[in-house]
């Protein structure tokens, strides 16, 4: 419990023995208490401006003054109000700067007192970055740089169907009828093509990279298809498509990354690079390993199966079985799975052309291809648009369109 202040009586009588007596230990006695009971009360009488101008007690100070004047002008009486003397004038500490001021107010918003709070004197602003800039001078990251995304819809999943890009063929527009198409050019088209389909597609928070099969146009240097020998036209060198390829892959899979928050990265052989696919995964599988919202599948199982809420999914190549064999596999192959979805739909590549069957519920694509044709297949009259395509599905309601970036 705090003492009760002291009444200004009290106070007073304190005042008036030691204005009386001159000395505080005799006006003490003289009041019959003790020293240190009658030096408080003397504090109290000083701050309540009992003490007047003289004395000034040691430690104190005058603090205000007031007066009442007669109706002559005459001064009729005076306060004197004395407080503990303020300490000294702020220094601060070497090696000190300021880190903040705060204060306290009255209720007028007057400054009572401040607070000055400092800390030790750091280096200046450019000295840091400079030892910033050196501790890192020779770090590598770990993981390709990738903001991930935020405010992603999480009941929907973007499928980017990526079949066909036969990079490393060659096409001479005078001899095809078509455009002229080699590594340089297919990368430039592709690249803008992929981000074009990337920017126009919803942004899911789940994302499907399929790679369903010739990403490359030849597997190896000997430039021909593997079973019918067929000699292929091919521009530049095996290494040099195959770091094309993982290149483009590689961009587009970081440029996925930064729109959607769970990747998943499948590249699947087609009959032009069945080989080259499984280096393309791992080197993938290197690329992202530690940007931990990409994952790379490397199964070499040229089937792809994925289940997303009522929607079921395929892929594949579409050289071995045939697209209307492939219900019947998913059916049997993912018979749970099967059971508890409404939408199902397979993706394949191969044919460079557009077409949909629904066999048996199931939605069986096959999809064209960005690339220009080459002699073999114009000679053929094949004809077939350009373009790249993803597909939207949501957990609950299914099918939600898709997306087509043509290329003219
Ligand atoms: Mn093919």
Known sequence: MPAPALS????????????????????????????????????????????????????????RTSTQLGPNGELQREWIQQKPEAGAEFVMPAGHVIKGVSALVDADDRVMARWIKTREDGADLESKIEIIQRAFENFEPRAPYIIRPTDCDSERLTAYIFCDWHLGLFAHGKETGGPDWDLSIAKAVLRETVADLISQSPRSKHAIMLGLGDILHADNSRNMTERSGNVLDVDTRYPKVLETACDLLAEAGENIAAKHDRVEIVVKPG???????????????????????????????????????????GGAHGDK????????????????????????????????????????????????????????????????????????????????????????
């Open 271 to 313: 009959n032009h690079d069945p080989e080259s696919t499984v280096g393309i995964r791992q080197a993938l599988r290197m690329y992202f390993r530690s940007t931990e919202w990409v994952d790379v599948d490397t199964s070499p199982n040229p089937f792809y199966w994925r289940r997303f809420g009522v929607n079921l999914l």
């Open 8 to 63: 200004d009586e009290l106070a007073q009588q304190a005042a008036d023995a030691f204005l009386l007596h001159g000395e505080k230990t005799r006006a003490a006695d003289e009041m019959g208490l003790s020293r240190n009971t009658f030096c408080s009360r003397l504090k109290v009488a000083a701050r309540r401006g009992l003490l007047g101008t003289k004395p000034v007690l040691e430690g104190f100070q005058i603090h």
């Open 321 to 408: 079985a045939k697209p209307k064999d492939m219900p019947l596999i998913m059916a049997n192959v993912r018979r749970h799975d099967w059971s508890e979805t409404t939408t199902r739909h397979f993706h394949t590549g191969h044919i460079h052309h557009d077409t949909l069957q629904e066999i048996g519920g199931v939605h069986v694509y096959s999809h064209r291809a960005p690339v220009a044709q080459d002699a073999y297949h114009a000679a053929n009259g094949y004809l077939a648009g350009r373009s790249m395509r993803s597909f939207n599905y949501h957990v609950d309601k299914g099918a939600r369109g898709s997306t087509e970036i043509e290329i003219r």
